[in-house]
Nanobody, 124 residues
């Protein structure tokens, strides 16, 4: 059974850091691009970052460039999102998603599989 499980969310003060993990099982992880998306209450879903199947290509939303870093460990079927210099506007539920086409693209509609999400709250 295909599964994506996010972890690592929580409450952090502005300027702090968190590392989100997305653990995958039940499919050929190495062949899938992985994306991170977020959705805050009352707002549209935003594509935060993605990484290609081989890990060679990544891109980021302008809102997180220079602060967030995506990486993947294909040996352990896990993708990470390191989030530094967090701001209150980063508060959202963060989801990881898998796309069988291995190319990285931050459009949610092209991803076939989704995790349940992890809450990130940035507040003093």
């Amino acid at each position: 059974q295909l599964q994506l499980v996010e972890s690592g969310g929580g409450l952090v003060q502005p300027g702090g850091s968190l590392r989100l993990s997305c653990a995958a099982s039940g499919f050929a992880f190495n062949n899938y691009a992985i994306g991170w998306f977020r959705q805050a209450p009352g707002q549209e879903r935003e594509g935060v970052s993605c990484v290609s199947s081989g890990g060679y290509t990544a891109n980021y939303a302008d809102s997180v460039k220079g602060r967030f870093t995506i990486s993947r460990d294909n040996a352990n079927n896990t993708v990470y999102l390191q989030m530094n210099s967090l701001k209150p506007e980063d508060t959202a539920i963060y989801y990881c998603a898998a796309r069988r086409n291995g190319y990285c693209i931050r459009i949610g509609a092209v991803y076939e599989y989704w995790g349940q999400g992890t809450q990130v709250t940035v507040s003093s």
